[in-house]
């Protein structure tokens, strides 16, 4: 193992099943490293609580041990506050906000996992663009970290760090909040060590002291956030706010930047930079009417900014659909075309499925609970089974409308030995693990959910997929209802499925999006990258409109006479016209999970 400087654990250390393969930076409060999950296959960031001036590595161990006994208390407060964060952020799912996949405590410390995220700090990108942005660039910029903070702020959690520096821009300028600093604002207030604590020019007068009628709220977040808004315009942070409280010198915006930018957006910033807290803006809400900025236009993410009106009208729609007669396919989302046609995947597809089967034992698929049936207990007396009834009209264009053959009456003879149980049908989640299982590990193929939990007939789920090869993306799913397998891009409305090396593909792309539309449980996603483009008619795919489906009786038909294979829905690749190609894939599983 290569030993690192300073208090992080070697590389190739193992912290439950997260292999360290790298250190992407180590602070006065934690170390965060680059790590493998041995678990799911996939390259996460893993943080540990490190504050240094309390505590040390113990040599050749992954053991943290305070310095002395009376570090102790300081310690164990910033612990406690290092796990909270990683609760406080576990409880959000938005594009700007840090994600949380899980936290625990161990080695005397404690460590969360999020994912490996890479970018340009905005205070960098600010620096190499060199002028001062536009703006409606600073708009575009800083309205997805708007909405994320009125998200937090409407659970009375508040940032209290926002700076240029704590700002990630990710591919295509998407912003990213960074570092919460729970643990380091415990332990400086404990120790007095404000200056570690506060940023100069964007901490507000109540963050410097304790002062009867000073608390903190929204309006401090909202301070910082002018500041930076400052620093972006006149290339340097306003004068720190205990100075301004003394002797406020500082020439307004308005005055400063007059001409380049409008007259609303600089007063709204000005507002947002007073220094006394009740002359703020006391809400986002109220700071994005102040700048001019439309609320409505940066990300599909609004869980508080929706309108009674438009939550009626979302659950109005979801409610046609259920009605509606077109086939249902996936018992999860709602697919809007731009025409505004409307499809209710909940119900029958265009083949009645099997019985439900017992449910998988593992899988590496599910972040929430999957629903399963009971597995059918076996008849006690053999009689032979009538045929099954035609499925109902809304469901039978491809189906022999005759009507079945006559029943022949069961014989009358017992037997004197229970016969053995019947096989159940495959999960249909078990052919997308054996599909994974047969990916060739050399090609990385990454999905990043924006909403790993989206609410029924609010929330419209997106993802973005990225590569390490070229070639041509598929995305298979089985719905919440466990009853459908479909192939989901491409579909009829999008069938462009190209996708260039580490370049993200975004989807749903314009023209169509998802509303959730129940019931709650897990949809269970495959991400799939050929050379060239596939053919999935061996594995029974049957065509519709607007997915391609996998009938879960034709399927398992198929899985019984190969054996027990089942990662045969992948087909095969059509090298014709493409050049050289192969039949290996890239592939990576993630699910989004549908809540009441």
Known sequence: MDEPPGNALPIGSRIAEFEITGIVGEGGFGIVYLAYDHSLERSVALKEYMPSSLAARVAGSSEVRIKTRRNAETFKAGLRSFVNEAKVLAQFDHPALVKVYRFWEENGTAYMV?????????????????????????KHLLGPVLEALDVIHRAQIFHRDIAPDNILLLDGERPLLLDFGAARRVIGDMTQALTVILKPGYAP???????????????????????????????????????RMVNDGMEPLATQAAGRYS???????DRCLAVRQEDRPQSIREMWGLLGIDAEQFTQVLPS?????????????????SRSPLPAMLGALLLVAAAGAAWYFAGSGPSA??????????????????????????????????????P???????????????????????????????????????????AFQGRDRGRRVDVEVNRSRVRIGRDKPSFRVRSSDSGYLYVFMVGTDSEHLIVLFPNRIDGDNRISADAPLTLPRS????????????????????DAPRDFSSGGVEHGEPFDEFPLGRIAELSARRGGERGFIVGEADCAGAGACNDAYGATLFSIEEID
């Open 392 to 434: 109902p009209a809304a469901a039978v264009d491809s189906v022999d409308m005759a009507p079945p053959p006559a029943v022949v009456p069961p014989p009358t003879v017992v037997p004197t030995e229970t016969p053995p149980p019947v096989a159940a049908p495959p999960e249909p989640v078990s052919f997308l693990q054996a």
């Open 305 to 321: 900014a929706t309108t009674d009106d438009e939550r009626a009208r979302r659950l109005e729609e979801v409610d046609k659909a």
């Open 511 to 530: 023209g169509w999006s998802f509303i959730a539309g129940g019931p709650a449980g897990t949809n269970h996603l495959l991400a799939l990258v050929s």
């Open 263 to 269: 007259a609303q957006f600089l007063e709204g910033v």
């Open 114 to 138: 999020m994912p490996y995220y890479q970018g340009i700090t905005l205070k960098d990108w600010l620096r190499e663009h060199g002028e001062a942005p536009d703006e409606a660039t600073l």
């Open 205 to 243: 007068i109540e963050q410097y002291a304790e002062v009867p009628g000073m608390k903190q709220g929204a309006f401090t977040d909202i301070y910082a956030l002018g500041a930076l808004i400052y620093y972006a315009i006149v290339g340097r942070t306003p004068p720190p706010s205990v100075a």
């Open 353 to 390: 499925p099997p019985e439900r089967a017992a449910p998988i034992a593992e899988t590496t698929v599910a972040t929430g609970p999957a629903d399963a049936a009971e597995p059918p207990s076996p008849p006690a007396v053999a009689t032979p089974q009538p045929e099954p009834s035609p």
